[in-house]
T-cell receptor, first 114, second 112 residues
Framework: DAGVTQSPTHLIKTRGQQVTLRCSPK?????VSWYQQALGQGPQFIFQ???????QRGNFPDRFSGHQFPNYSSELNVNALLLGDSALYLC?????????????FGPGTRLLVL | QQPVQSPQAVILREGEDAVINCSSS?????VHWYRQKHGEAPVFLMI?????EQKGHDKISASFNEKKQQSSLYLTASQLSYSGTYFC?????????????FGKGTLLTVNP
């Protein structure tokens, strides 16, 4: 049973560029959440996708956008990159039944903005 | 509102016990515990739901005081493999599972 996968594993970009990160959820899961984890901090919620729609959004600017495909995989796009966007980007998948469902994290994409 | 974890760091010898606390200022539906090793993804350990249901790891236990919005993770007879940063993630009342709000983490080091 494949777990959550993410690509690429590492990425180096320069300020002002745009980046797309990809996530495939755990088999059987229909919900994908994206988190940003800065060095030494806990993950911060960016947004969650369910049924191809953004269901809730954290405190992140519109430069952060996403998409979910019919096969439940998801993309995170970040435009006009800033130095402060350097972080580990984590994707977590879950199966929405009600509240309190476990979110399983992928290995993450480490983004460095120069 | 970000939950507050304590202690920030703890060092143990193999076989010793540890308790990690997580406290929130808002009403909670669930508390999720994860362990993250350096350079790796957070790994699910335990979920505690309002009403007392628990799901998780055989060798790790936890408690959830709904009235105080507090949870504690109990690591007994620690092993070297327990080393890592422990995060609690909280889900607000209503049980929407829309997002988890994580604390800053507790760094646990287990030495031989």
């Amino acid at each position: 049973d494949a777990g959550v996968t993410q690509s690429p594993t590492h990425l180096i970009k320069t300020r002002g560029q745009q980046v797309t990160l990809r996530c495939s959820p755990k088999s059987g899961h229909d919900t994908v959440s994206w988190y940003q984890q800065a060095l030494g901090q806990g993950p911060q919620f960016i947004f969650q996708y369910y049924e191809e729609e953004e269901r809730q959004r954290g405190n992140f600017p519109d430069r952060f956008s996403g998409h979910q495909f019919p096969n439940y995989s998801s993309e995170l796009n970040v435009n006009a990159l800033l130095l402060g966007d350097s972080a580990l980007y984590l994707c977590a998948s879950s199966l929405v039944v009600g509240g309190g469902e476990t979110q399983y994290f992928g290995p993450g994409t480490r983004l460095l903005v120069l | 509102q970000q939950p507050v974890q304590s202690p920030q760091a703890v060092i143990l010898r193999e076989g010793e016990d540890a308790v990690i606390n997580c406290s929130s200022s808002k009403a909670l539906y669930s508390v999720h515990w994860y362990r993250q090793k350096h350079g790796e993804a957070p790994v699910f350990l335990m979920i505690l739901l309002k009403g007392g249901e628990q799901k998780g790891h055989d060798k790790i236990s936890a408690s959830f005081n709904e009235k105080k919005q507090q949870s504690s993770l109990y690591l007994t007879a620690s092993q070297l493999s327990y080393s890592g940063t422990y995060f609690c993630g909280t889900e607000g009342s209503g049980g929407s599972n829309y997002k988890l709000t994580f604390g800053k983490g507790t760094l646990l080091t287990v030495n031989p």
